[in-house]
């Protein structure tokens, strides 16, 4: 364990989100690690947010369940916490969400480009965020695992100690 807080501990490697380039991501590796994602977005621009369609039709014409996260929702539970310039302890830049992966390219486009059936934050549908900075840090895991079952137990584990160390995201699901 003391060997994944050493690493969590040091620096990320940082990419900007650009939503006018399908391509951004593809700087970053398809390796697994962890990341976060960080903006200057007010809260209260997140909470107005539309939410996602419930359901989409998919190719084939079946009705299926949409998996992009609900970025009003999760944002509003926090509302309260905010100051009057809807910025989170006064920071202009703040963390909203953080994870692991066991793919951080793929990761990284599914938070940007998301497929309405895939689950991430899918960015890019929301219009009003796009005037503000939004960056993507990662850290590859460079842990050799005994087996493949410990690299999935690395990257939870990680995962969680990152956000004890740094705090719970307000866009991750509690």
Not at 87 to 99: D, N, P
Not at 149 to 157: G, S, T, Y
Request: with cysteine; glycine share 8%.
């Amino acid at each position: 364990m003391q060997e994944i807080t050493s690493m969590l501990a040091s620096k990320f490697k940082v990419k900007d989100i650009d939503f006018d380039n399908s391509q951004w991501h593809l700087a970053i590796p398809s390796s697994s690690g962890w990341y976060f994602i960080e903006t200057n977005t007010p809260i209260e621009v997140l909470v107005n947010l539309s939410s996602p369609p419930s359901k989409y039709t998919n190719n084939d014409g079946d009705q299926k369940k949409c998996r992009n996260y609900n970025i009003s929702s999760r944002a509003g539970s926090l509302l309260s916490c905010v100051g009057s310039d809807g910025v989170i302890g006064g920071q202009s830049f703040r963390v909203v969400y953080s994870g692991m992966a066991k793919n951080l390219l793929n990761r990284a486009r599914e938070h940007t480009f998301a497929h309405l059936g895939t689950a991430g934050l899918a960015l890019a549908n929301y219009q009003e965020i796009k005037d503000y900075d939004w960056k993507f840090h990662y850290l590859i895991n460079t842990i050799v695992p005994a087996s493949k079952a410990h690299r999935n137990v690395i990257l939870k584990l990680g995962e969680q100690i990152w956000r004890a160390s740094n705090g719970w995201p307000i866009l991750c699901a509690g």
